[in-house]
């Protein structure tokens, strides 16, 4: 089950496509967080939907959100995947221990091995205030992203 809003997030340490070791906490005080779980690199949803984002960048930034995909595919494989598509946002690579920050949010899909579409914001404060989930296979919608962004600033208000 996923884990609820308004809930403490996991902190995790993940490398990112460049082999650089990111820890969320480093976020605390500083930016929201935008995590993006996304099944596998190069599948056509995931693909679909990352573009989506890369193309409106600006709706994270402008918010002072940190986007960050995670996948539990490689950091070799999300590097090749953001070179090819023109990522100019972090992924991280969820790969060994395989899935644990999937499972640690409760949207790691055992029988499939990879997580489900899933959406976190996270506050400057550490807190979950929004989130949404598809199953694999359905996109989020921008509109979702925008909504729950709406809700990460009704909060600090």
Same mark, same amino acid.
């Given at each position: 089950?996923? @884990? $609820? #809003? ?9 490398? #990112? ?6 820890? @969320? /906490? ?17 599948? /056509?949803?995931?693909?679909? &939907? !990352?573009?989506? %984002?890369?193309?409106?960048? #600006? !709706? ?5 959100? &940190? %986007? ?7 950091? =070799?494989? !999300? +590097? *090749?995947?953001? &070179?090819?598509?023109?990522? #100019?946002?972090? !992924? ?9 920050? $999937?499972? &640690? ?23 979950? +205030? /929004? /989130? ?11 509109? $979702?992203?925008? =909504? *729950?962004?709406?809700? @990460?600033? $009704?909060?600090?208000?």
């Amino acid at each position: 089950m996923a @884990l $609820a #809003n308004d809930t403490k997030a996991p902190d995790f340490e993940l490398p #990112n496509q460049f082999g650089e070791h990111v820890r @969320l /906490s480093e976020f605390r005080g500083k930016k929201a967080v935008a995590l993006v779980f996304f099944p596998l690199a190069f599948s /056509s949803t995931c693909t679909t &939907e !990352l573009c989506a %984002l890369r193309d409106n960048l #600006n !709706l994270f930034r402008a918010a002072g959100v &940190e %986007l960050m995909g995670i996948s539990v595919d490689s950091k =070799a494989t !999300l +590097r *090749a995947f953001a &070179e090819r598509e023109g990522y #100019n946002f972090t !992924l991280l690579a969820d790969f060994w221990p395989h899935g644990d920050v $999937a499972k &640690e949010y409760g949207v790691f899909l055992a029988d499939k091995g990879f997580a489900t579409r899933a959406t976190f914001l996270i506050d400057v404060d550490g807190m979950i +205030r /929004s /989130s949404f989930i598809t199953e694999p296979g359905a996109p989020r919608s921008l509109g $979702a992203y925008k =909504a *729950a962004i709406a809700d @990460l600033h $009704a909060v600090r208000v």
